[in-house]
């Protein structure tokens, strides 16, 4: 367990544009930061962070929070790991007791499987770097192949020893579990036992976008690959890692990426290594897997503009145009450079100084209409599969989201081919109808077959909405708007005075903060909030009011109880102005008139909800007259009250 002031210590190093900046690239706006959303499908920089504030909100889509609350939803992780995650960016040491065995029980496959795979690249490092095995075979393969010691600590790679349960039997002995060491797919069990996967190979592990370890990638050596199929060997889909959601080398890349705004795409892991060896370092590899739109999303919080980078042979010519259209679907620029045939990536790089590979890429990708037309159309004779060549190309630029783009390379098609414009305009706006169409059939197949995953109903969406933060938190019971303001005004005002010098029952005379007169004057009535979460609020605020340090807003924003501190942090950033200059605007009557107006709206809510159900209860009361004459009784009181209240509140209501 961290403790309070491990916490606090955590919370004062963190800088949320630091934090956001791992997986979204953002811009100077005036005094704030803004990018693309990670949290939806975001084409136009709609996510806000407030340096000044430490929080952060997509107007888009409501999502926000501090760094903590960032962390939890764009990780799936939980509190304790998004602190410890924060500890770790920012070297603060955590100290936490040894878990006992019913607590390592408790653990979640998740967290546990993490937990196993940063074991397990750890064990690999160290037989690299200190067994004789790993130092002869391993680390001799490594410097065969010119990879220098810095590049293999910074992508974490190490060696599995030759022995076919090595590995198993390590990790046994240091407490880890056969379960845990088979659903992480670091292990095979069969009817003989448990065996290591990555048994006699080198280890490439996977690092995902926060640079936790989802799997790893094993090489048989060279002299062992001769008539080998499977010379790479990959960790199986599992609760933690799925090959179509994770790039190699994406963690090493990313702020390279942001800072060139530009990624290159490689296929395998040995092209991504040798390019950061040569100097460039914003690149990635999809590791012989089909893209997949959740690959290019991710890529798309950092950059839009992507490079094509395969070996000049069938298989590269391939990989690039299967994914063409995918990319240009998901709104990004695309450039293509197939290399010299012979060559990939990583052979090329080993040829060329760093100034080389960045001239001879900047000199010859082209754009996707010139790889395409050069590939399937120039010098084709055939009118049947030039005009199908040419209709590919199309069907590319029809799927490009942005209008004005897709006209332009229309136009340059038209200009390259020297066919009419109109003609090639048709011939896309044909396309774009049908892909609408059977988008529209298929939206309409859903509806009937029941399956609604892919949209929400109006209730649906209006739950989403009021769930702007976190998964966790939900309004227990219905509470008045008013309750919420004024829960707001303790959360960002909870320790500011408001009365002085005022005499208390005993005689004795004290200041009261928001929260003391908020608790004070409900408390005279017995009055509570709907929700607990509220309630818990104001009897927090109402304990630390008399401490001079505290800060209400901060405190409830940095709370340990995540429903709190994302409720705290929606109130905060619903009152401020994220996109202009973040000021607080000032309440008209000052603070004081503020609070007091709605703590007497919260009494007149009470007042009026008890008339409506006097008034129900008389309808339905038959033809007992005592009991009516009791009722209309309390509704004449209730009504007096209410009035009372009204000429409080400045209005005039009567009857």
């Avoid at 909100?57 to 995650?85: D, S, V």
């Avoid at 795409?265 to 959740?294: F, K, R």
Wanted: with cysteine; aromatic share 8%; charged share 30%.
């Amino acid at each position: 367990m961290i403790d309070r002031a491990t916490i606090d210590k955590i919370m004062d190093a963190t800088n949320i544009v630091d934090v956001v900046s791992e997986f979204v690239t953002l811009r100077k706006a005036g005094v704030n930061y803004k990018g693309l959303c990670p949290f939806h499908d975001d084409t136009t920089p709609s996510f806000m962070v407030s340096p000044s504030k430490q929080i952060c909100k997509c107007f888009a889509c409501g999502e926000g929070g501090t760094a903590i609350n960032f962390l939890m939803k764009h990780e799936q992780i939980t509190y304790p790991e998004a602190l410890r995650w924060l500890a770790k960016k920012y070297n603060i040491e955590i100290q936490e007791k040894e878990l006992t065995d019913e607590e390592k029980q408790q653990q979640s496959d998740r967290e546990s499987m993490f937990i196993v795979n940063e074991w397990a690249r750890n064990y690999f490092q160290d037989i690299l770097k200190n067994d004789p095995d790993g130092i002869a075979i391993g680390k001799q393969y490594f410097r065969s192949r010119g990879i220098r010691d810095d590049i293999v600590e910074k992508f974490c790679l190490g060696f599995a020893l030759p022995k076919r349960d090595a590995l198993a039997q390590a990790a046994t002995k240091a407490g880890y579990r056969a379960e845990f060491l088979e659903k992480t797919g670091l292990c095979i069990k069969n009817e003989k036992g448990i065996y290591d996967r990555y048994a006699g190979r080198v280890i490439f592990p996977w690092l995902n976008v926060s640079g936790k370890v989802v799997a790893f990638g094993g090489r048989l050596l060279d002299a062992r690959t001769k008539g080998v199929q499977q010379k790479y060997v990959n960790s199986p889909d599992s609760e933690i890692y799925h090959k179509d959601h994770e790039l190699y080398g994406l963690y090493q890349a990313k702020k390279a990426i942001a800072k060139e705004d530009r990624v290159y795409m490689v296929e395998g892991y040995t092209d991504v290594i040798a390019m950061h060896q040569s100097g460039l370092e914003n690149v990635v590899a999809n590791s012989g897997t089909a893209l997949s739109v959740y690959q290019i999303k991710l890529l798309r919080r950092f950059t839009q503009n992507i490079t094509l980078l395969y070996d000049g042979d069938e298989a590269g010519i391939h990989a690039a145009m299967r994914g063409t259209d995918m990319l240009l679907a998901e709104g990004m620029n695309i450039k293509v450079l197939l290399l010299p045939d012979g060559d990939d990536p990583d052979s090329f790089a080993k040829k060329h100084s760093s100034q080389e590979l960045k001239d001879y890429i900047e000199q010859n990708q082209t754009d996707f209409i010139t790889f395409k037309t050069r590939l399937t159309v120039e010098n084709v004779t055939d009118p049947v599969k030039r005009s199908e060549a040419i209709g590919g190309i199309v069907k590319s630029i029809s799927v490009i989201p942005d209008q004005i783009l897709r006209s332009t390379y229309l136009s340059e098609l038209s200009q390259r081919l020297d066919i009419k414009e109109q003609t090639l305009l048709n011939s896309m706006n044909g396309m774009i109808r049908k892909n609408i169409e059977e988008k529209e059939k298929e939206r309409l197949r859903s509806q009937e077959s029941g399956d609604r995953s892919q949209e929400n109903t109006p209730a649906e969406g209006a739950a989403l909405q009021s769930n702007l933060l976190t998964p966790d938190y939900r309004l227990q019971t219905p509470s008045s708007e008013v309750e919420t303001l004024l829960v707001q005004s303790i959360i960002r005002d909870g320790e500011r005075v408001i009365f002085e010098h005022v005499e208390m029952d005993d005689g004795s005379f004290t200041d009261l903060t928001v929260a003391q007169y908020v608790n004070f004057d409900l408390g005279q009535d017995d009055i509570h909030f709907h929700n607990d979460l509220y309630n818990q609020i104001l009897e927090e605020a109402v304990a630390h009011s008399g401490e001079p340090d505290f800060k209400a807003e901060t405190y409830f924003m940095h709370h340990p109880d995540v429903n709190i501190s994302s409720l705290a942090t929606r109130l905060a950033i619903d009152t401020h102005q994220l996109g202009k200059s973040f000021q607080v605007k000032e309440r008209e009557g000052g603070l004081r008139q503020h609070v007091l107006h709605l703590v007497l709206d919260l009494r007149m809510d009470i007042v009026e909800n008890r008339l409506k159900e006097l008034k129900a209860e008389m309808r339905q009361v038959g033809s007992d007259m005592a009991r009516i004459k009791a009722l209309m009784e309390e509704f004449k009181e209730t009504q007096e009250l209410r009035n009372a209240l009204a000429q409080q509140l400045g209005n005039d209501l009567v009857g």
